[in-house]
């Protein structure tokens, strides 16, 4: 499993973020762990990959050692200054 790690941005909306979607999230995080090749990459940019969760978007780039989470937001705004 890869280690996680959080960007500022993305720690502050899951501070902020009701606790279903919170629960939702996390698991999507583990899931994502074990196998982040599971999701496509953003158009215009190999490194990043997103992960769809309804109406939100996990944006995160991986390496052989950690998964970072680059931002997690509403899809109207998440793909803003990346």
Do not use: W
Request: net charge positive.
């Amino acid at each position: 499993m890869l280690d996680l790690v959080l960007s500022n941005n993305s720690q502050r909306f899951l501070n902020k973020c009701p606790s279903p979607l919170y629960e939702i999230i996390t698991k999507v995080l583990e899931e994502l762990r074990a196998d982040p090749k599971s999701s496509g990459t953003l158009k215009g940019n190999s490194l990043l990959h997103k992960k769809r969760i309804g109406k939100y978007r996990i944006i995160y780039r991986f390496d052989t050692t950690s998964l970072v989470i680059v931002r997690i937001g509403h899809r109207k705004n998440v793909y803003n200054r990346l």
